[in-house]
């Protein structure tokens, strides 16, 4: 699992262990390093394996906390931070498929108030402990183990890890909060319909936000533009469509008519042609 030494969007995209349920991305920080983290689209627990942390989360009060403990980050969290020493922590960033998942299984035999609505920028700090704890040390010794089905082992730690959560008042309504925030409703339905060709006025019109403050907002959450974000989805989709699908094919499924566009912006994101990528799947 690679290291990250920074907190940019791009190396944490690049760098994650991603399995579909969870990304795990990996800090080495060294003494006195200071920074601003984001969190993005879908909740993160945040976990120290040594050192500390000095932080201040949504412009709340500063506080510190170590490797017995761990801080649970709503969607679009930003957090402002120090290492008073050498740093080596692990988040989980959860997948909006694995809280929706879980959710739906054991929603209506939790113990607690799911018409709750969690303040905005709520964060949760809490005591790395009992069952959390164990399930924690179980993901750490699946990373170092040479197992070749890792990533379907952290995936059942992962759902078991949100149930846990899930079971707090705190913790629910941290998870619960991506679901109605417009912008990630804007993201499902991106998601949910990347074949088509939907503009960001009509986005911006279904989640009822005039479009300067959409656009707004969206970069804000994600730190890319919607076109950029749209864009970025209709390419992960070509590289699956491409797999059994021509250039020219793949194109006009994801709404691009001109080919040459087409090429050159998948060049761009993935540094080879679509005709490339196809014969590096084949060779």
């Known amino acids: 699992m690679k290291t990250l030494n920074s907190f940019h969007r ?60 761990c801080v649970l980050l709503p969607p679009h969290a930003n957090v402002m931070m120090s290492m008073p020493e050498f740093t080596e922590a692990l988040v989980y960033e959860f997948s909006e498929d694995v809280l929706e998942d879980v959710s739906a299984r054991v929603n209506e035999q939790l113990e607690v108030d799911t018409s709750l609505q969690a303040e905005n920028g709520h964060f949760q700090l809490s005591g790395l402990q009992d069952r959390m704890s164990a399930l924690h040390l179980r993901t750490l010794e699946i990373l170092r183990s040479n197992d070749s089905n890792i990533p379907f082992l952290i995936d059942l730690v992962t759902q078991e890890m949100v149930y846990e959560l899930m079971k707090r008042q705190g913790s629910y309504d941290i998870l ?107 060779s």
């Open 10 to 69: 791009v190396d944490e995209t690049q760098y994650a262990l991603s399995t579909g349920k969870v990304n795990l991305l990996h800090y080495h920080l060294p003494k006195h390093f200071q920074g601003e983290y984001r969190c993005f689209e879908t909740p993160r627990l945040c976990t120290i394996l040594q050192g500390e942390k000095h932080i201040r989360i949504n412009q709340s009060e500063s506080l510190n906390y170590h490797k017995e403990q």
């Open 176 to 282: 619960s909060q991506h679901k109605n925030h417009p912008i990630h409703r804007a993201i499902r339905l991106m998601k949910s319909s990347v074949s088509e060709v939907l503009s960001i006025s009509q986005l911006a019109e279904e989640v009822q936000m005039s479009l300067p403050n959409f656009s707004q907002k969206f970069k804000l959450v994600t730190n890319q533009t919607p076109k950029e974000y749209l864009t970025r989805l209709k390419l992960q989709q070509a590289r699956r469509y491409l797999s059994h699908l021509s250039v020219t094919d793949t194109a006009l499924e994801l709404g691009y008519e001109n080919i040459s566009h087409f090429i050159r912006l998948f060049k761009k994101e993935f540094g080879v042609t679509p005709k490339q990528f196809k014969l590096s799947r084949h």
